[in-house]
């Protein structure tokens, strides 16, 4: 993460710190990669979300005291014929959230094959969290809360379950996978998620007082 102070010549505005953060979103297709995004970028869903076609960037800023952080998101496309393209989207990201839906298996067999093709490419010091998306549909659910934490521990891993349709967990889990000053940040993660969107601005600057 890169941090850099901003002031005007004069001193009418205070030191801002802006702290970058690149995120990149893996997962086989239809898993709710956008639908995430979606909900942490603009607070909504959609039903008939369309499947992403190589890669979408989404940025969004969060304003609280003296800091500015920019969330800089790639939203990558789940289907096969788009694997090849990944490298470009997580090399040099900061953290990567790994989506798999909690009613197909088979997306948790391929989040795993994710976490270890991250391990063997990005960089070492990437934070990798796993997300168990579409926990509202609990009646469906073929893949064990526990048998996902229990990879997640042994594999180093942070772990939620989420719902891009209920926002539950949503922008816990964002923050979560943040670098630990951006975490740390006066309580930014409880406080973001407590008050949700209210939190999101577009400003670099902002005036104390
Ligand atoms: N019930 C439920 N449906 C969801 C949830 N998240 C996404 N969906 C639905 O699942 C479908 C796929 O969602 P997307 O967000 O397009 O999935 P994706 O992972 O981006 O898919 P690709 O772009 O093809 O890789 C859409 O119909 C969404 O409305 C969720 O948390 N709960
Ligand atoms: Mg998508």
């Not at 289907?79 to 959230?97: D, F, K, N, V």
Request: with cysteine; net charge neutral.
């Amino acid at each position: 993460m890169s941090t850099r102070g901003t002031s005007r010549a004069n001193g009418s505005l205070p030191q801002t710190k802006i702290c970058q953060f690149k995120l990149v979103l893996l997962g086989d297709m239809a898993v709710g990669k956008s639908s995430l995004v979606l909900r942490f970028v603009k607070g909504q869903f959609d039903e008939f979300q369309e499947t992403t076609i190589g890669a979408a960037f989404l940025a969004q800023s969060v304003c609280l005291d003296d800091t500015t952080v920019k969330f800089e998101i790639w939203d990558t496309a789940g289907q096969e014929r788009y694997h090849s393209l990944a490298p470009m989207y997580y090399r040099g990201a900061q953290a990567a959230i790994v989506v798999f839906d909690i009613t197909k298996p088979e997306t948790f067999e391929r989040a795993k094959a994710w976490v270890k093709e991250l391990q063997r490419q990005a960089s070492p010091n990437i934070v990798i969290a796993l997300a168990g998306n579409k926990a509202d549909l609990a009646d469906k659910r073929l893949v064990d809360y526990e048998e996902a934490q229990t990879y997640a521990e042994d594999t180093g891993l942070l772990f939620m379950e989420t719902s891009a349709k209920t926002a539950m967990n949503v922008n816990e889990f964002v923050f979560s996978s943040a670098p630990g000053n951006i975490r740390a940040s006066k309580g930014l993660g409880e406080r973001a998620a407590a008050a949700g969107q209210s939190q999101h601005c577009h400003c670099s600057r902002r005036k104390q007082g």
